[in-house]
């Protein structure tokens, strides 16, 4: 079994800047793509950022230029940087990994979410 377990949500102001970590542990061979993804209340879950296990990174058009995300494989976490956040970044932030472990097939993990809200 593998667990993804999030940290760094919380309250900013707009502008202000947040930094998201997601750590993975358990039964792990390997990690392909890691990333973030969020959900607003009423709204679908939607990309924030994703980042293969080669560093090849793609992001929401709607966090291009005030995101970023990075990984340290060492550790199978990856990070999220959010800076110049908006009211409209305010959402639960979920971490997702795919995951080869020993014995199952390759598999999306998610975590618990971490909320982040942005004030006016």
């Known amino acids: 079994q593998v667990q993804l377990v999030e940290s760094g949500g919380g309250l900013v102001q707009a502008g202000g800047s947040l930094k998201l970590s997601c750590a993975a542990s358990?039964?792990?061979?390997?990690?392909?793509?890691m990333g973030w993804y969020r959900q607003a209340p009423g709204k679908q879950r939607e990309l924030v950022a994703t980042?293969?296990?080669?560093?090849?990174?793609n992001l929401g058009d709607s966090v291009k230029g005030r995101f970023t995300i990075s990984r340290d494989n060492a550790k199978n976490t990856v990070y999220l940087q959010m800076n110049s956040l908006k009211p409209e970044d305010t959402a639960v932030y979920y971490c997702?990994?795919?995951?080869?472990?020993?014995?199952?097939?390759?598999?999306?993990?998610w975590g618990q979410g971490t909320r982040v809200t942005v004030s006016s």
């Open positions: 358990g039964s792990i061979f390997s990690i392909d793509a």
């Open positions: 980042i293969t296990s080669g560093g090849n990174t």
């Open positions: 997702n990994a795919l995951v080869t472990s020993g014995t199952l097939p390759q598999t999306d993990y």
